[in-house]
């Protein structure tokens, strides 16, 4: 594969898995039956603010990456494209999901959210443009406390439940369900969709994405 083949696979793996991302994300809030973590905050402030929660996603990514600044990350495309890419994607995809009502509907709409969360993950990490907003802010936190990122990531994103809970947000069996199996299924589908090495060996507008960092754009 030339040079710019492989950075053309590279470019639509990470656009193809942050869109998935979204879709699956809009499955999850569809199902009702708990979100992942940051999205309970993101619904919890949509209940409180009239916003939709695809904005709300927006606006916080924004925000925690102006969080970049003062732990000295450094952004790459896939952390500002997963901003606004992701949020889109969630709107549209609510946009044009029918209501579910019945568990005989809302079960396997969760289930399917989890694993295709788990294949964007997978797509979007793989493709090496750099970590999400939210990733970011748990590498860098690690990097200045010199805390295990199992420990960052584990408080960060209890407070954040605990925070959008609060504001209204889903929490249930989903998010149980999502927090035992993501971590599998990401690490899965990220060694399926390894991106080989540059033919010329290069990083090509490559940015790094700590292992541990892995399972939220």
Do not use: C, K
């Amino acid at each position: 594969m030339s040079t710019r083949g492989h950075v053309a696979r590279r470019l639509s793996q990470l656009y193809a898995g942050l869109a998935l991302y979204g879709a699956s994300s809009a499955l999850l809030v569809e199902a009702g039956l708990g979100l992942e973590p940051w999205n309970v905050l993101h619904q919890g402030l949509a209940e409180r603010t009239g916003l939709t929660i695809g904005v709300v996603s927006i606006i916080v990514g924004a925000a925690v990456l102006l969080l970049w600044i003062p732990l000295r990350q450094r952004p790459g495309l896939g952390t500002v494209s997963n901003v606004f890419v992701v949020g889109l994607a969630m709107d549209g995809t609510l946009a044009l999901l029918p209501a579910a009502h019945s568990l005989a509907v809302r079960v396997p709409l969760l289930v399917a959210g989890i694993v295709l969360n788990g294949v964007a993950t997978g797509l979007y990490i793989a493709a090496r443009f750099g970590p999400g907003p939210r990733d970011g802010l748990m590498t860098g936190l690690h990097r200045r406390t010199g805390r295990s990122i199992r420990l960052m990531r584990t408080a960060v994103e209890i407070a954040v439940v605990a925070t959008g809970f609060a504001l209204g947000g889903t929490v249930g069996v989903g998010t149980v369900l999502y927090a035992v199996s993501i971590g599998p299924l990401a690490q899965f589908f990220l060694r399926l969709f390894a991106v080989p090495p540059a033919p010329d060996g290069s990083t090509v507008v490559s940015t790094g994405q700590p292992r541990g960092a892995i399972l939220r754009p």
